[in-house]
Structure formats: structure tokens, C-alpha cells
């Protein structure tokens, strides 16, 4: 009775055993300490191999570029980078290094246009080929928080990229998919290791995640809240696959499968 089962796990495609990942650490190469996540680490429970380091300029510096990540295109504006808290590795844990250099909205509102109420902005694409490539009915996007400050504004997650003449209205045109706040756990500097050589304790940092996600491109943007203690800023982003219904079934049909055989 189990033969069809194994046999049904050897077509499925590659990744589909378990949820696969894209993720993205905006770092600055030139601090001695960050050496950005290399592939034998780990961060925030996904493994290094699946990282990509994209360096920033430094604190105070103009922080606006291009790369790619997985197949991915990556672009970011914010008229600020900035940097707080802890870095390094406990261990194979490099989760602080992810949250230490951040994009930040320290322009009051001008990053991708003067005036457009946005103080950082990223923009994702190549989405569809990544579900496709996964066998994924959607996605989830999830968001790495860091900031100088006392709190975090909240994300717009907008469909589309921001093409065309730049103007006041390029991020706030495009359809809104939902919106992301920290939500677990909002942590000092030392989050999420504690360790004994980084004891740097300002800042907040913190993780939100948007579910049920299939645009193929989308536009990320931290809203300005000038004043109060509020900031937007933000220090990566991971993007998991969610596995087609089917398969999620065929797995869980698996994984029984494969219990019972233990249990004879």
C-alpha cells in the first residue's frame, strides 16, 4: 500500500518537500563585523544558501540600488540608511546580522519623490516564475524590521513596480494588497541573540509577515509618520512558497505513510 506513495514523492518536483525560500539582507560590506550571512549559517530559520546580501551605503548615506536574489529582481530607494543594535553570529546564528543596517526614512517623505509620503520603498519582481518554479499556489512575505527609534510604521504592500515618470502619486496608485506591522516579538538591539560580545541595546527590531500573496511583482513601502517616536525603516525580506493544495496532501499522505512504516 505504500508503494504508490513513494512512487508519487519521486515525480514531484524539486523543492516541493518543504517550503522554499528567497531572502534578502540589506548590509553594509564595510563594517568589519558584517560580513554579510554566508551559506553555512543560518537566519531567522532559513539557511544561508537561500540569503542574498545587498550592500547599502553607510549610516547617513544615500541608500538606493538594484540586484537580484533567486531569480528575483530587487529595487530599493530610500534617501537614508542607517544602522542600530547588534551584529553577528552566535554560532551558525546570523539572525542578527540581518536586522543591524537598514533602509530608513530619515528624508521625511522623499525617496522615490519629494513629498510622497514614503520614506523607503522596495520593489520585487519575477514572483510568478518563483511559485511556478515551486509548484506554489502563493506566497508569503515576510518582513524584517529595524529601526534607531521607539516603534515602526506600518507597511504598504502595493501591486506593481513604480514605472513612468516618477510623481506624488507612484506609490499610492498602485492597488494595495494589505499592509504588514511587527507582530513577534518586537525586541531591543540584541534581538534575536543575546550575545555576550554585541551587547548594543538601542533600537527595536521586529517580523511581519503578509500571507495568500500571487502578483508578480510588488512594491513594498514604508509610510512616513513624522515625529512620535515613529519610523520607517526596513532591514530585509523573505518571500516562501505555499504549496499547491495537492500537494500539501500528498505530503501529509507521505508523512503518514512513512510513520506507519516506522511503526510495523
Do not use: K
Not at 509610510?223 to 495537492?246: C, D, H, I, K, Q
Amino acid at each position: 500500500m505504500f508503494v504508490p506513495c513513494l512512487a508519487a514523492l519521486a515525480i514531484l518536483p524539486a523543492g516541493i518537500s518543504r517550503a522554499a525560500s528567497i531572502a534578502v539582507n540589506f548590509h553594509h560590506a564595510d563594517y568589519l563585523a558584517n560580513t554579510g550571512i554566508q551559506s553555512e549559517e543560518t537566519a531567522m530559520g532559513i539557511p544561508g544558501s537561500s540569503w542574498t546580501n545587498l550592500a547599502i551605503a553607510g549610516a547617513g548615506g544615500t541608500a538606493s540600488g538594484t540586484g537580484s536574489a533567486g531569480g528575483l529582481t530587487i529595487v530599493w530607494n530610500s534617501a537614508n540608511a542607517w544602522n542600530a543594535g547588534s551584529e553577528g553570529v552566535l554560532g551558525t546564528d546570523a539572525s542578527q546580522q540581518v536586522f543591524r543596517m537598514y533602509l530608513d526614512d530619515g528624508d521625511g517623505g522623499s525617496s522615490f519623490f519629494n513629498g510622497d509620503g514614503y520614506g523607503a520603498s522596495v520593489q520585487i519582481s519575477g514572483l510568478a516564475a518563483f511559485l511556478g518554479t515551486n509548484g506554489a499556489a502563493n506566497y508569503s512575505l515576510t518582513l524584517y524590521f529595524s529601526t534607531d527609534s521607539t516603534s515602526f510604521t506600518t507597511a504598504d504592500v502595493r501591486q506593481g513596480l513604480l514605472g513612468g515618470t516618477p510623481s506624488a502619486t507612484s506609490i499610492s496608485s498602485l492597488s494595495l494588497l494589505g499592509n504588514i506591522a511587527p507582530q513577534q516579538p518586537l525586541g531591543d538591539g540584541t534581538y534575536p541573540i543575546p550575545s555576550g560580545a554585541q551587547t548594543e541595546t538601542s533600537g527595536h527590531r521586529g517580523i511581519g509577515t503578509l500571507n495568500g500573496l500571487t502578483a508578480d511583482s510588488i512594491t513594498v513601502a514604508m509610510p512616513v509618520n513624522a515625529g512620535n517616536g515613529v519610523r520607517g525603516s526596513l532591514a530585509g525580506f523573505s518571500v516562501t512558497a505555499v504549496p499547491e493544495p495537492s500537494v500539501s496532501l500528498m505530503l501529509g499522505a507521505l508523512s503518514l505513510a512513512g510513520l506507519l512504516r516506522r511503526r510495523r
